[in-house]
């Protein structure tokens, strides 16, 4: 309700009281349970809540005329208003929307009412009414927009709200942060160029430009897009209000970094084998098909080098199992440092690895397997007060990728490796085998 309703109210109570003779006139607003509040009072008077239900006021049929007021039974806080009980009483209807019991209650003390004004209260029913909707609308209206503010402000996202004029807008705490002003109402105008410089120290400024300038003549176009700050995702969702972009838009930034870090540690959870964190033989699987085809591009070799851990049992049954799990730690560790970083090294199985390579010159192969053995091979692994000798042995075969070449080309490799490997091993462990392109196993 505004400021002048509630002076058009209480000015219309005291001309009521004044023209009535009434010791005390109130504009009551009353639900359809009898509870009332009295918006406006002659003489003026802090508002208050009671309860008319029993009151007897909504039973008597009110022609205009103050009656008796020995039948009805009023509310303690209604006779402490009038500072007595009331001799004559009149209740005036005015039924207001979402408040349908709602009046005009006029009291007298001791004085009789004058018949003939009183008979004209009833003229003031519907500006009573009108007045008392306006104020039930505003107060409903009032605690929307508070439940609003209190949402805009409490959410955990960033928020501007454009108006459908364009001109005003909204800024919450979170957004504030982002575009450096304050929070609080802005003109849309001023909004411009602080929006524009976060997107600018975007790491991926470039293609927010485009598809937002794609978007430029179109008040009714909706994208949600992450916005990248350093190490910070923002998601930017934003859109026409209720789809229409007469109404305005909102820009909701939501900090989704938590959630993108969850999602790839969860990749990297279902494609790590959990032990020594190399890939697993899936992720190896998956992302071997895709080198090769890489190579198949330009025809150039790859090679699949098989490691093996040498007497790995007698290492669980001398040193225990723990002791063994803390080998095959180190020893993925030490392979992984010894090959290049484009390499793919994955553990295959128990204790064998697995690593897939690219080469330009097929001889870069074989020195690259040795300096992977050699690596393994070069200290003693330290596993409490234990040095524990390990030594791997590893197969190799090398294969070209030609375009349009066999779909079996990485079947091929790992078998023939395999077989170079159960060679390395059998001639006496801690070396390298590598099988030729079209014939047995050779040294390198």
């Known amino acids: 309700m505004t400021s002048s309703d509630s002076e058009a109210l209480a000015a219309l109570c005291q001309f009521a009281r004044l023209a009535s003779h009434a010791d005390l006139v109130m504009a009551m607003e009353v639900e359809d349970g009898g509870r009332a509040t009295w918006a406006a009072a002659a003489p003026a008077l802090p508002s208050s809540s009671f309860n008319l239900a029993r009151s007897g006021l909504f039973e008597h049929a009110w022609t205009g005329d103050a009656v008796d007021a020995a039948g009805f039974r009023l509310p303690t806080a ?81 928020i501007v709200l454009i108006d459908g004029d364009g001109v005003g807008a909204a800024v919450n705490e979170h957004a504030a942060a982002l575009l450096g002003c304050t929070a609080g109402n802005h003109r849309a105008a001023d909004l411009t160029g602080p929006m524009r410089a976060l997107r600018q120290r975007c790491d991926n400024h470039t293609e927010l430009e485009l598809a937002y300038s794609a978007q430029m003549n179109n008040d009714q176009f909706a994208a949600t897009l992450n916005w990248t700050l350093g190490e910070r995702t923002f998601e930017v969702d934003t859109h026409p209000v209720r789809g229409n972009g007469a109404h305005g ?62 007497h790995f049992k007698k290492i669980n049954d001398t040193y225990g199992h723990p002791a063994g799990d803390e080998v095959l730690k180190v020893v993925a560790r030490r392979c992984r440092d010894a090959l290049r970083q484009r390499d793919l090294f994955a553990r295959f199985g128990g204790e064998e690895f697995i690593a897939l390579l690219a080469a330009s010159a097929v001889d870069e192969i074989p020195a690259a397997a040795e300096r992977l053995r050699s690596a393994v091979a070069a200290d003693p692994i330290l596993v409490g007060g234990d040095r524990i000798s390990v030594s791997v042995s590893v197969g190799g075969a090398i294969g070209e990728a030609l375009p349009g070449g066999d779909q079996r080309l990485l079947e091929d490799l790992i078998a023939r490796a395999d077989e170079a490997l159960y060679e390395a091993k059998s001639s006496g462990r801690n070396r390298v085998r590598m099988a030729a392109l079209h014939a047995e196993p050779v040294d390198p």
């Not at 500072?83 to 009789?112: C, D, F, I, K, T």
Request: aromatic share 4%.
């Open 78 to 158: 209604v006779i402490h208003a009038l500072e007595g009980l009331p001799a004559r009483l009149l209740y005036v209807p005015a039924p207001s929307h979402g408040a349908p019991l709602s009046g005009l209650l006029l009291l007298w003390r001791n004085q009789p009412a004058p018949v003939g004004l009183t008979g004209q209260m009833s003229l003031l029913a519907k500006s009573v009414a009108r007045l008392l909707s306006a104020r039930r609308e505003a107060a409903r209206q009032l605690i929307v927009r508070n439940q609003f503010l209190d949402l805009f402000d409490s959410v955990p996202a960033g």
């Open 249 to 310: 838009r909102i820009w909701l930034f939501t900090d989704v970094t938590a959630d993108l870090l969850m999602a790839a540690e969860l990749r990297r959870l279902a494609s790590s084998d959990p032990l020594t964190g190399v890939p697993n033989r899936r992720h190896f699987e998956e992302c071997s098909a895709q080198i090769i085809a890489a190579r198949e591009a330009n025809g150039r070799a790859v090679a699949v080098l098989m490691v093996d851990v040498d």
